[in-house]
DNA sequence: ACCACAATTGATCAGATGGTCAAGCGTGTG
DNA sequence: CACACGCTTGACCATCTGATCAATTGTGGT
């Protein structure tokens, strides 16, 4: 038997199967569509199994615990939320960069709001799972950004805020659209699925950006 | 006995006393604490009876379901969070009145971070028992606030972007402050209760409401 | 002193819910 | 065909937790 070395599904890695996979799939969807709106405590666990088409008891032969499927979701999820970021870089026009990543981070709020609102609630609830990420990776993600700002501040060519409120703010505008879909709706009767809504709000937002990185000097 | 007709504690009004009134104020000031980190679901009477300084019994004869203390908890804090926006009237010059709101909302979201992270939770839930008030006297306030900077719009004093979408980001900047308190002071070290970060949160905030309703003509 | 009622307590219940267990089913591979 | 192993199920358990109840204590007013 030669295949026994490189398929390692000896001991640790079960063997993986499209049904396997295809359901592991329809759990963590499932899952972060529940967890993002009622939290981790609010929502049952059979209530996720029952939107994924599974018994509970089969969804635990999956994910062994409540606590494990919340943590696959959470690490799912990260990836999507830190990529736009890594996107501004030094080798663009700062404007051209900002306004793109606004523009990114506004789709993610249109396309996946719950992601948006999976982390809001885990920083809220002081991120106890997240803890680690956020003084890990994040911090040093941000770090780097905040460094090629305050360059591009050397240079002159940004204004001169602080870069970590800027990157606070643009989080803050962009996802409040997600997190607070239901306030947004109740009040306008609007949605980022309009067009014209998402451009109004876009237009904003970059009034905004634009204020705090390449506003007049205020004398 | 005079007294009889104007002080009603026949049959409604439990007739009110000193310790019971102490009561119930620590009792919602826990309740707030605990509701504003983990949520209705996450949240335990007998942590908050703990806090309190009572027994869970006790508790439950003050407010008589978790809900009912929860809806408690809820208006009481409503106030608060609608009241600065009423100060911005028509008498006032449009930057001061938006200057001083802006300040107003950051200083709520450093003194009273748990009220802004209550209400995030519930309309992240959807606002299941916010509806109403979304839909009432929330949008009323807001509409006229919306008519108001229309009307300084018609009269060139303020730029041109949707009004709403002013409101939004203002809300989205301040609040964030309050709600996503564990990431800034994570990424940053700092907190608002540090006066050169709050003067430095205040001024990106100023700056980018200048640029959405002061901006130059993109041209 | 007495009374009415607020305040407080401990025991206890009932339902919800996360998780376990042992057994059966399906399917691809030798 | 038969074996192995992933998949699925239903019954069951243990615990947590919101809520009830009866009984006792404290207290202000007359």
Request: aromatic share 8%; with cysteine.
């Amino acid at each position: 038997m030669l295949a026994g070395t490189d398929s390692p599904q000896s001991a640790t890695a079960p063997r993986t199967t499209a049904t396997g996979e295809a359901n592991r799939e329809r759990i963590l969807d499932a899952a972060l569509a529940r967890f993002a709106r009622t939290g981790l405590s609010g929502t049952r666990i059979d209530e996720i199994a029952a939107d994924a088409g599974l018994s509970k008891t089969n969804l635990l032969y999956y994910f062994r615990t409540k606590n494990a499927l919340y943590l696959a979701v959470l690490r799912r999820t990260l990836e999507m939320w830190l990529e736009p970021l890594r996107q501004i870089d030094a080798g663009r026009d700062p404007q051209a960069a900002l306004a793109h990543y606004v523009t990114r981070k506004l789709e993610a709020a249109r396309d996946c709001p719950e992601a948006s609102r999976l982390f809001a609630l885990e920083v809220m609830r002081g991120a106890p799972m997240l803890s680690g990420m956020i003084a890990g990776d994040l911090k040093d993600l941000v770090d780097a950004k905040v460094a090629l700002l305050r360059h591009w501040q050397a240079e002159g060519r940004i204004g001169v805020h602080e870069p970590h409120h800027l990157l606070f703010h643009i989080w803050a505008m962009t996802q409040h659209y997600a997190d607070f879909a239901v306030q947004v709706e109740g009040l306008t009767g609007r949605t980022l699925d309009d067009p014209a809504f998402f451009e109004q709000a876009l237009q904003a937002i970059l009034a905004a950006v634009s204020g705090m990185a390449f506003g007049p000097p205020k004398d």
